[in-house]
């Protein structure tokens, strides 16, 4: 027997082991395993959205050009810009690219004659008008820009040149169409430029010239290292075809100079980075767009994206380190396998010390069970513990009991067969009790059928979702007629087109989430049921219907199919809700049909300097009051981010132009921050079925456009003079400060012998030099005391108010006077820390002058000293904040004052 035990022992140790060390690998296989796949999936999901975040901000500068390009062809191929007047060319080359931001170089005109005109941002990033033709000699001459956008003095005098000669013109005069040209080195500014041109022709369709936009490509690598860098990875874009190097994320030259002057493209060949010249040159051969790249030392997932416009064919590779987060897995690999070790160490321990004591009672077990067998039903095996091997034997104990029991008394057995059937019944019944709390504990409704439809059972979820008190209510009724008898509009439903009938009968399932259910009160739900039949013995003897109410989310697909027609900020019809009406109104019975094509004056100015949510404020208040002065069955839609269109049915143009009266009406009253609310408004109206109804939409556009440019100059004038008095409504004493200001710089202007257009340009500076006060949060112009946050938001008043006046012709000229004007003698100024003669003339004049005025008023000075201590103010600062020979004559004139 001993011998047994040990054998059965020895073989429960080994089986032990054996599933404690496979349960242990399995368990670490898992988690490891999950580790890893999430740790890759996480990697994969970083470059994705990294490539995306790239190829968006590519695509976006390709698209500058492109926009501008087809924007302007349009103004040209409609006549609105007649480029043979050369004021009217050089404004338009002027204010094309005055509106852009310093990616674009410049915008030009290269005609068929050789002839070549536009406009161009110098090497200190002002703007010039480019002209060559034969006054010119053939030579490219540039012209500083006057306030009204006209050409001032010559600048330069530049080399040759024939546009005609230029890549840019020729691909776009050999494919007839827009395009983008090859790569090639700027003949004035030392970096890689590429060009995008757009094909001008006239009435007749002869080719006239070349429209093009060019732009720098310095500035692309920069944001290829903010997105790439912080993941310890890499980006670069190069020409698919010729694999030569357009910009990378490592501050890598993309070019360079011979000896002899000329430009050399540098090639995937020549990175330096041998990982990623490997990267670069495995796509190329392989053409693939996700792989994995490994060496001994190093593995990257890369990704490529390819962008694909007119004349363009690049690819954006992006490479990140597969381990990016393998130091976390190595961490949690140490931990888990000292914790693993010690666990199988205590494992071994308690096992050992389990068997010991299990098996000691063993040997008298199977002593007690042999004697059984030999018909000695006296023995019992001893109990000494209650775990399994008391379990066992107290069992045994049990069966020697029964069958001593069964032995002697039969009678006894039978009366307790009896009484354990009764107890089965009652199981059963209990059972049934169960499984009415399961269904009674659903959120669905249950509730089942027989053939003719009549309901045999419900629960408690059904009963309360249909409005019943009890199942007494339901059970026994015909529940299509009960439940089911009328469409959702409450006409009859009837029972031969009921498919819940239909599939009972066929014993199919089906399930729907488009009809109604009819509660007890009348109403009805949207449900989404499921009907399942039940089979006995091959036969359908009913079904079951399982239930939710889906009303709340009908509700709610209402509203998305509302969101995805209507513009969210306005709730005004979008663009494509707005041409699908547009084909529904198209009939004869409604025309005439006017259409009114509007822009808001002013939402760049008002995002740029308020923020957008001031932006968003003069959007709503716009299409507020378009659909206040317009009728319920007029349809207004909001088509861009400041353009709105009216469609008018049976409107003549008499109407329409009352329309547009009273809403340009409604717009002169009215203000958003410091902006008076304006459109620039264009109309046209259909009369007859043989006019197409886009012509008129794009003849109200044109007229808009007209519009805008004819009364862009008052437009301006109204809105800056709205700002300034804004501000002196709310603050008088800013009012007062700047006419004294105006006055006193007039003053010391003449004593300067200035001329007539200086003393009227520094008169009209010194009166908005303090315009940027108007963006300031509120409470700081007037407060005394101002925290170390305030002070710094008080120093941006010149910034924004050069950024306000920068925004318009009539201003333009004032801006750099305005931003100046805090500027210190001894270089301690803000906002660029100018020192001595470096500070514009007109600005130190106005410093001086302002600080005068703030200080003969401060009301901490007894009245009759405060000129006093005012000059002794301004002569202390005298080398300090102020240039000291204007301070000598300003004190003189404020003394024979």
């Not at 270089?827 to 001086?848: A, F």
Request: hydrophobic share 35%.
């Amino acid at each position: 027997m001993a011998s047994k035990n040990i054998s059965i022992k020895k073989i429960i140790t080994i089986i032990f082991i054996i599933s404690l060390l496979a349960s242990t690998t399995l368990i670490g296989y898992i988690i490891f395993s999950g580790w890893l796949s999430s740790t890759e999936e996480l990697s994969k999901g970083i470059l994705e959205e990294t490539s995306n975040e790239i190829y968006e901000k590519v695509s976006s500068f390709l698209f500058i050009p492109f926009h501008i390009n087809e924007w302007n062809y349009n103004m040209i191929e409609r006549g609105i810009i007649d480029l043979a007047n050369e004021e009217t060319r050089d404004k338009f080359f002027v204010n094309v690219l005055s509106s852009h931001g310093e990616e674009v170089y410049s915008f030009s005109l290269g005609t068929v004659n050789g002839e070549y005109y536009g406009a161009r941002r110098n090497e200190e990033g002002k703007i010039e008008i480019m002209r060559n033709n034969t006054s010119t000699g053939g030579h490219s001459w540039y012209y500083s820009v006057n306030e009204d956008m006209t050409a001032g003095e010559l600048a330069l005098k530049a080399g040759e040149f024939d546009p005609r000669t230029r890549e840019w013109y020729k691909i776009v005069e050999k494919l007839g169409e827009p395009s983008f040209s090859p790569i090639y080195e700027h003949f004035i500014m030392k970096d890689l430029t590429i060009s995008f041109g757009w094909p001008i022709y006239n009435k007749d369709g002869k080719f006239q010239g070349v429209l093009a936009t060019h732009t720098l490509l310095s500035e692309v690598g920069s944001f290829l290292h903010e997105n790439i860098a912080k993941y310890n990875g890499y980006a670069v874009i190069i020409e698919k075809d010729s694999g030569e190097l357009i910009a990378n994320s490592m501050g890598m030259e993309n070019y360079s100079y011979l000896k002899d002057g000329s430009l050399v493209r540098h090639t995937v060949c020549d990175i330096e980075n041998e990982s990623l010249k490997n990267v670069c040159k495995k796509y190329m051969e392989e053409n693939s767009y996700q792989f994995i790249y490994k060496n001994q030392k190093e593995r990257f997932l890369v990704n490529a994206k390819e962008v694909e416009i007119e004349g363009l064919n690049w690819t954006i590779l992006s490479a990140i380190p597969q381990d990016l987060y393998y130091g976390s897995i190595r961490k949690r690999a140490q931990y888990f396998i000292v914790l693993t070790g010690m666990a199988l160490i205590f494992s071994l321990f308690i096992y050992n010390k389990i068997t010991k004591k299990l098996f000691k009672p063993i040997d008298h077990l199977l002593e007690v069970s042999a004697a059984l067998s030999s018909g000695d039903l006296s023995q019992r095996v001893k109990m000494v513990r209650k775990d399994e091997i008391g379990g066992i034997s107290e069992s045994l104990n049990r069966v020697a009991d029964k069958m001593a029991y069964l032995i002697n008394n039969l009678e006894v057995t039978v009366k307790k067969r009896t009484e354990e059937l009764e107890r089965t019944n009652n199981a059963l019944e209990e059972s049934k009790t169960r499984l009415e709390m399961l269904l009674n504990s659903t959120v669905e409704g249950i509730y089942g059928i027989d053939l003719n439809g009549v309901c045999t059972f419900c629960n408690e979820s059904a009963i309360k979702m249909l409005g019943y008190d009890s199942q007494e209510e339901m059970l026994g009724k015909n529940m299509h007629q009960l439940i089911h008898h009328s469409y959702r509009d409450g006409t009859e439903f009837p029972i031969e087109n009921c498919k819940i009938i239909e599939y009972i009968r066929r014993g199919k399932v089906y399930s729907t989430d488009n009809e109604v259910f009819w509660k007890a009160d009348g109403t009805y739900l949207d449900v989404e049921f499921f009907f399942h039949p039940q089979i006995r013995d091959g036969k359908v003897i009913g079904g079951v219907v399982t239930f939710i109410d889906i009303t709340d989310r009908k509700k709610k697909e209402e509203e998305i199919k509302y969101l995805s027609s209507h513009d969210m900020l306005t709730g005004l019809q979008n663009k494509w809700s707005f041409e699908k009406n547009l084909e529904i109104v198209d009939t004869p019975e409604n025309l005439p049909i006017s259409i009114i094509f509007a822009d808001i004056n002013g939402l760049k100015l008002t995002n740029d300097i308020f923020g957008h949510s001031a932006g968003d404020e003069l959007i709503i208040k716009s299409s507020q009051i378009l659909k206040k002065h317009c009728r319920n069955n007029d349809i207004i839609a909001r088509i861009g981010g400041d353009e709105f269109i009216i469609l008018l049915p049976n409107t003549n143009k008499e109407n329409a132009k009352k329309v547009v009266d009273r809403i340009n009406q409604a717009f002169s009253d009215s203000c958003v921050v410091a902006i008076k609310c304006s459109l620039s408004i264009g109309m046209d109206t259909k009369v007859s079925e043989d006019q197409s109804l886009k012509e008129i939409m794009s003849n109200a556009e044109d007229a808009m456009y007209r519009d805008k440019a004819l009364n862009r100059r008052s437009v301006n004038k109204e809105i800056i003079q709205t700002i300034i008095e804004n501000l002196h409504i709310k603050h008088d004493s800013e009012r007062r400060h700047s006419m004294e200001v105006s006055n006193l710089a007039e003053m010391l202007g003449k004593e300067l012998n200035l001329s007539e257009e200086e003393i009227f340009k520094l008169k009209r500076a010194a009166y908005f030099h303090d315009i940027g006060k108007v963006a300031l949060k509120e409470g700081i112009i007037d407060k005394r005391d101002l925290s170390a946050e305030e002070k710094e938001n008080m120093r941006q008043h010149s910034i924004i108010g050069y950024r306000i006046l920068s925004l318009f012709d009539e201003t333009m000229d004032l801006a750099e006077y305005v931003y100046s004007h805090h500027e210190r003698w001894d270089g301690k100024g803000y906002p660029k820390g100018l020192k001595r003669e470096k500070i514009p003339l007109l600005s130190r004049i106005i410093y001086i002058v302002e600080s005068y005025e703030r200080l003969i008023n401060n009301k901490d000075i007894p009245e009759d000293k405060r000129k006093e201590y005012a000059i002794n103010e301004i002569k202390k600062a005298s080398g300090k904040k102020f240039d000291p020979n204007l301070v000598e004559i300003f004190i003189k004139i404020i003394n024979n004052e």
